[in-house]
């Protein structure tokens, strides 16, 4: 898998009709390590990503974060709990600098008037998610350790200029494995040249290396 086909298995596309009418409205600027919405939030409206890169996650009692997914320019993010009615479940924040269009309720009972095919470009939208996200289950529950952390770098890496803000315990905490594991993981790609490690940021510098790592 090269980075292009990373990105397309990662990405769904928007239906072009829809992508013109979320693009009408006008795009707030957030700096980066802005919080976009919270856990536990009424979800008065949910977003489309016009540039830059997300981080949906949750946060437990105790204040352990746990990635969900991570987004980038010409996704939608925070529909279900906008949709289903119930308070948010997740946190979302900009891991880059980001320009996103936010999108009411107003707006999508205005767009359905003005063209209804829209309401079936949606509901196509929102199944293909699903079906990714059941994808992606599959695919990381038969992974070792090393491949889920090869995954978690490589896809919040995706938008940036490779450099994550990160801790060994927000790895673990991410994808289901003790510090201990994530440092001797992250030991062997450091030994390997595929990335470079600081206080609290971790660059990936041989983005194939990964990628082919988690093709073997």
């Known amino acids: 898998m090269n980075e292009n086909e990373y ?30 919405y919270r856990q536990g939030e009424k979800a008065e409206n949910f977003y489309f990503l016009k ?21 980038r320019a010409g996704e939608v993010f925070g529909e279900a709990s906008f949709f289903d009615g119930y308070p948010r479940i997740s946190t979302a924040k900009t891991i880059t600098e980001c320009e996103i269009i936010t999108i009411t309720r107003k707006d999508i009972e205005h ?8 309401a079936l470009k949606l509901i196509e939208l929102l199944s293909k998610k699903v079906l990714r996200l059941s994808r992606e289950i599959d695919h990381i529950s038969f992974m070792s350790a090393e491949k889920r952390i090869a ?7 995706q938008g940036t200029d490779g450099t994550i803000t990160c801790t060994q315990e927000d790895i673990g905490n991410t994808v289901g494995v003790s510090r201990i594991t994530v440092s001797r993981t992250l030991g062997k790609f450091l030994k390997d040249k595929w990335i470079r490690t600081g206080y609290k940021k971790i660059e990936i510098i041989n983005i194939k ?3 082919e790592f988690l093709d073997d």
């Not at 767009?111 to 829209?118: A, G, I, R, V, Y």
């Not at 995954?151 to 890496?157: A, G, I, K, P």
């Open 51 to 71: 540039k830059g890169n997300v981080e949906v996650f949750v946060m437990s009692q105790e204040g352990a974060e746990k990635g969900l997914n991570n987004y």
């Open 7 to 36: 990105l397309v298995y990662h990405k769904i596309d928007m239906p072009t009709e829809l992508f013109e009418a979320f693009n009408r409205k006008e795009a707030k600027l957030y700096k980066k390590n802005s919080i976009i």
């Open 151 to 157: 995954e978690y770098l490589l896809s919040r890496s």
């Open 209 to 211: 290396g990964l990628m």
């Open 111 to 118: 767009f359905f008037k003005e063209d209804p095919s829209l």
